[in-house]
């Protein structure tokens, strides 16, 4: 059994959704810039044109206590995004993309532990989560490798 990254990398099949990665970072990253300026524009319309007062209202964004959380979960994301990608590449639609989606039951388990969800609505997400187990493991069946 091959390794998938080593599928991924060492096989010319095409454009993969791996390969489009840095394009998504950086659309990412030119959107995120064009949000800041949209919100300065939007503070230079409420401060009259004054350009020292629409600064001083723009949100602090706290870099000193904030750079190593951001910059954690922004690599984990990253990782998990790319990770997502290959498996959808080797599975396949139906069952990678699946499996992706039972991440959702990973944050349920976090809104049961930290007592967001409670009585009934607990007995309804586990019968969802059993549905949506069966139901990726019905697809499972019936991939074709």
């Excluded at 993309?97 to 532990?113: E, H, K, L, T």
């Excluded at 493991?137 to 490798?145: G, L, N, Y």
Aim: charged residues 10%; glycine residues 12%; positive net charge.
């Amino acid at each position: 059994m091959t390794c998938s990254f080593l599928r991924w990398g060492g096989m010319n099949r095409g454009y993969t959704g791996a390969d489009y990665l840095i394009s998504f970072c950086t659309g990412s990253m030119f959107i995120l810039l064009l949000v800041w300026i949209g919100r300065f524009l939007h503070n230079m319309s409420i401060c009259g044109g004054n350009l020292k007062q629409a600064t001083e209202s723009m949100p602090s964004l706290h870099l000193r206590k904030l750079w190593l959380p951001g910059f954690s979960a922004g690599l984990l994301y990253s990782i998990a995004n790319f990770c997502s990608l290959v498996t959808v590449d080797v599975l396949g639609q139906g069952v990678g993309y699946s499996f992706i989606q039972s991440s959702m039951m990973v944050s349920g388990f976090w809104s049961i532990y930290l007592g967001e969800l409670q009585g009934q609505q607990v007995k309804g997400w586990l019968a969802s989560s059993i549905l949506a187990i069966l139901g990726i493991a019905w697809i499972s069946f019936e991939h074709q490798h």
